[in-house]
DNA sequence: AATGAATGAGACTTCATTCAT
DNA sequence: TATGAATGAAGTCTCATTCAT
């Protein structure tokens, strides 16, 4: 009894075979997502990823657990791209300018991703521990940007990482159409952001 | 026992297309829509509104046109908004703060209607003419501020939009679930706004 | 306000259920039903036929109901067709052809009241006694005409009948997208009816 | 067990599109069309077929299609018979008198066929090419019969083969609710047929 | 393991009919 | 009596998921 009822688990359970397949079926995903939002059919991602209909059951239990592995994907993306961006950074340019242009880079050369990513965010699908890993990730990014003053050091995290993230999106969403102005909306998005948070001195004289 | 011209026009009518019963709809096409996103059934809707399902396109002729309909609305209830807020504006504040307050107030007073908002922003469900209609409030509630330099008129209007909405919204999302920071977060996002958009020589003097 | 009320009251009772709204309704009814079938909302006809869609439903308790008063009034038409085109038929043309031209000149004149019948007809609405009185008002058309022989008497009435209903509605279905040539598809048309039920012997002598 | 080739192709495909599904669909659509009207829900077509209601979209990707597809499985059916009937025609009997023989046999054998291929063609859905398709199988049909004089050559045609058509019908109409009069009427009508086609020699004298 | 046919719940929408005015 | 707003059953079609091959 016991025997069988494992089994029967096991044959449920996503078993991906070939690690190709389930990064095809991720890629489709994301592209279709940005296509046509999330409630793209699944049929529709696993045309895209050139395997039948049922296959992608075999990888992703169902579409929720879909949706989460494309996010968790997405975050793997990014995270790397932060570690890499600051060792290639320039001698002249600072940690934080080479995290900001390395993700607005990286969003106008992969405009689904970023969709797709945008969309998670606000689905309602993510998981707490999803929420609370891209949190992190943007902790990260931030890390070496001096803090904005006035608040407590906890509110204070959590503020200057929504207002950055948000000027970078803005910077983002307003380029994607005009890639020729991106150089310029990217240079003057990094300025703002940087006024933003500097620490408002002369507001205490 | 009111005036003779209502009555007349009463009897016109079997019954009058309730006001009420539209305004229901809208309304609760924002909570549903809030709650489960735009993919939520129109059936929810009309049950919400306490009307029959079938009732629902005798006011909207279908689901896009609902969606445009919220949209519509909460852009007028917008632009009033902007409009007292200027005027009812406290002597010592200026008009940008006034406009600022009144809509991040509003967003945490009418958590749904925003978040509905944004969902149909990113939907693509909306008409040409209502993207234009929602940017030009915009305009309107940027008017008074300096413009950041550095970049030619039509891109630096453009490009503080984006950055002071994408602020104000930054604003509104973090202090959501923390109403007791609101006024902080208020305070804070205001002058970080500013100095974002403050022009970038005054600070080398 | 005893006044006015007494004066509401005589404007309603000035509209009396109306003769005229009843035609209106069976007009309207026969050209939705020619235009889109039998399957057309009820809310078209009464649209149509200028008065409110529940309207409809003081003058016909349901869609079936329209639908046999439809039937019911084409046939008194055609029956005052029929009795008009033997009274009025010229000294030289025989009866049988006065006949056949007013029914094949009638579905040209009114296309709607045609196909509306052709439609009711195959629709399977009709009682046993719309269809019986149908099947009398071609026994009087077809009253004069020589009975085709080699058949007993009830098969050959049928039969007949049968033959010469379906070659008329064959002349009309093809004349009607070709005006032009009415004339000489119904001379061609009679000839041939008259050929068809020509006692065979008589071709032997 | 089978052969190898076979074997092969059933690996390819999980559960290979049953042929035989889709003539059950085929064939519960003929059968509820003549019983119901072409109004009927495509759930009553699914349910006779013995499939899910979905089932029938994935082989007809609509209710339009299906129809037009009973239309041309008809069509089929039809040009078939007549091939094969002049093929099997009796020594002592005319091609056209095979045809006819053949046409009608089969209605009387297959009534919901009958009525459902003639519901079709007044339905307004068929495409220009099945509308064409069908004229051409008539006039193939009428093929080796002797062209009505009087008219010119393509008004000719056109209207031989709505009076022959028309009769056809006609025959078929009344003998479908009296089988055993069938052979009664299929010969008087065929007779009838002739005559009325006949070049009237009588007249030019 | 992979496939894709099959399934059926559920979405949007229409419309005959009822009923408050 | 006339009106037309309200109703909800029913229709067409979609799609996440299962399952036979």
Request: glycine residues 6%.
């Amino acid at each position: 009894m016991s025997d069988h009822s494992l089994n029967l688990k096991r044959l449920q359970v996503a078993r991906p075979r070939s690690e190709e397949k389930q990064k095809a079926l991720l890629r489709a995903a994301i592209e279709i997502f940005a296509e046509h939002g999330l409630g793209a059919p699944t049929s529709a991602i696993a045309k895209r990823a050139g395997v039948a209909e049922g296959t992608l059951f075999r990888y992703f239990e169902n579409k929720d657990v879909l949706m989460r592995a494309v996010f968790d994907h997405l975050l793997d993306v990014s995270e790397q791209l932060f570690a890499e961006s600051v060792v290639k950074s320039l001698p002249g340019t600072s940690q934080s300018q080479a995290v900001w242009d390395a993700y607005v880079d990286w969003a106008l050369v992969n405009p689904a991703a970023n969709a797709t990513s945008n969309k998670l965010m606000v689905s309602g699908k993510l998981s707490n521990e999803q929420m609370a890993r891209g949190m992190r990730l943007v902790d990260i990014a931030m890390e070496g940007l001096p803090l904005v003053q006035g608040l407590d050091l906890a509110h204070s995290i959590e503020f200057q990482n929504a207002i950055c993230t948000a000027i970078g999106n803005a910077v983002i969403d307003i380029s994607t159409p005009r890639p020729h102005l991106l150089a310029v909306y990217k240079r003057a998005g990094y300025q703002a952001m940087m006024r933003a948070i500097k620490t408002p001195e002369s507001s205490e004289s």
